[in-house]
């Protein structure tokens, strides 16, 4: 069991950024990565970027790559999100998500934390 709480989120210009947190506690010892989704208004949830735990490598859909990067400090058990040149279709309430295991998809989900990006 795997207990996830975001933050971070706030109101931001377009061009700006933003830090987003996310703070593991409980059965952290069994991740296997760590990812980043978010849901816009009337849109399906997405994938927007991942890190495994031990080794750090990250993953990122194209649609961020090269803006937002991801990272983790294992000793605060808490991984990152620095979002960089934020654009209005960046807009959604952000989670944070836990896969315990390579068997497993992501299956333990944060409350989310909103980001709102403003022209």
């Known amino acids: 069991q795997v207990q996830l709480v975001e933050s971070g989120g706030g109101l931001v210009q377009a061009g700006g950024s933003l830090r987003l947190s996310c703070a593991a506690s409980?059965?952290?010892?069994?991740?296997?990565?760590m990812g980043w989704f978010r849901q816009a208004p009337g849109k399906e949830r997405e994938f927007v970027g991942d890190?495994?735990?031990?080794?750090?490598?990250?993953s990122y859909a194209d649609s961020v790559k090269g803006r937002f990067t991801i990272s983790r400090d294992n000793l605060k058990n808490t991984m990152y999100l620095q979002m960089n040149s934020l654009k209005a279709e960046d807009t959604a309430v952000y989670y944070c998500?836990?896969?315990?295991?390579?068997?497993?998809?992501?299956?333990?989900w944060g409350q989310g934390t909103q980001v709102t990006v403003s022209s």
């Open positions: 890190i495994t735990w031990s080794g750090g490598l990250a």
């Open positions: 998500a836990v896969r315990t295991s390579i068997l497993r998809n992501f299956d333990s």
């Open positions: 409980g059965r952290t010892f069994s991740r296997y990565a």
